[in-house]
């Protein structure tokens, strides 16, 4: 059990570029970390070496977050280990482009049950922790900008990250005052180059700070909300004013 009295976070997707540089980040702030990884096994346990420099008693466990099972699994495997949750941040997401008249139901299954069923579950599960702890917690969601905007031959991701905007606004307003819920909506990040079909220069035509995102524009983010207490059902955008355009 966490027996030093930090505070906890539990983390889907950390053992990505960008996932992994926000759960390095919040270990800096004083966390103890709970992440989870599903397939790159490899990538986890680098990040996790990297977490217990500064967290000693930071833990992984596989689960796929498609599948709720894996996300009840892994919940249990978190209790038995700390005795608290302070922040969650789902961050578990699955991409890739689908032509509208070819999206079969095994790639709507992917991205749909990865990103918005998986965020659902995980929400729900966290949730029903918090709401039982005599301090405020947090849920911090990561969505996208494109649930704002029309992107060609993405509409199964754009649908799920819509949702889970959707989803951050019904939690937060069901679980006040016990947790704050909001989400991240990064725009174009540098983690993430050839993510969009267009050149990088007619992007940054698009982008008023005439610069791609940074992880640590996201890490900021995060960490503004981390230390809020006044802030629930918000999306933020990331994104250097790309939705101006």
Same mark, same amino acid.
């Given at each position: ?77 978190f209790s038995s280990h700390f005795d608290r949750l302070d922040l969650l941040v789902s961050s578990a997401s699955n991409f890739f482009r689908t ?10 299954n992917s991205l749909v049950d990865t990103n918005l069923k998986g965020t659902f579950f995980t929400m729900q599960a966290a949730a029903r922790i918090?709401? $039982?702890?005599?301090?405020? /917690?947090?849920? &911090? *969601?990561?969505?996208? %900008?494109?649930? #704002? ?24 307003r069901e679980t006040a005052p016990h947790i704050l819920v909001n989400s991240i909506a990064p725009g174009t990040i540098s983690a993430y180059p ?28 995060? $960490?503004?909300?981390?230390? /809020?207490?006044? &802030? *629930?059902?918000?999306? %933020?955008?990331? #994104? ?6």
């Amino acid at each position: 059990m966490n027996a030093s009295g930090k505070k906890v976070c539990f983390m889907t997707g950390a053992s990505g570029k960008l996932g992994s540089e926000i759960a390095l980040a919040i270990a800096g702030q004083g966390y103890s970390i709970f992440f989870t990884w599903n397939s790159s096994q490899e990538k986890a346990e680098k990040t996790l070496e990297k977490i217990r420099w500064v967290s000693p008693e930071s833990r992984m466990v596989q689960c796929d977050v498609a599948k709720v099972s894996d996300i009840e699994r892994a919940f249990s495997a978190f209790s038995s280990h700390f005795d608290r949750l302070d922040l969650l941040v789902s961050s578990a997401s699955n991409f890739f482009r689908t032509d509208l008249l070819d999206v079969t139901e095994s790639d709507w299954n992917s991205l749909v049950d990865t990103n918005l069923k998986g965020t659902f579950f995980t929400m729900q599960a966290a949730a029903r922790i918090m709401l $039982r702890q005599p301090f405020l /917690s947090r849920i &911090i *969601t990561m969505s996208d %900008i494109s649930a #704002d905007l029309v992107w060609r031959n993405y509409a199964p991701y754009t649908v799920s990250k819509t949702g889970i905007q959707h989803l951050t606004r019904i939690f937060a307003r069901e679980t006040a005052p016990h947790i704050l819920v909001n989400s991240i909506a990064p725009g174009t990040i540098s983690a993430y180059p050839g993510r969009e079909s267009e050149p990088e220069g007619d992007l940054l035509k698009k982008i008023p700070m005439k610069r791609l995102g940074d992880p640590m524009d996201i890490v900021m983010a995060i $960490r503004f909300l981390m230390e /809020s207490e006044y &802030i *629930t059902g918000q999306v %933020i955008n990331v #994104d250097g004013g790309r939705l101006l355009h």
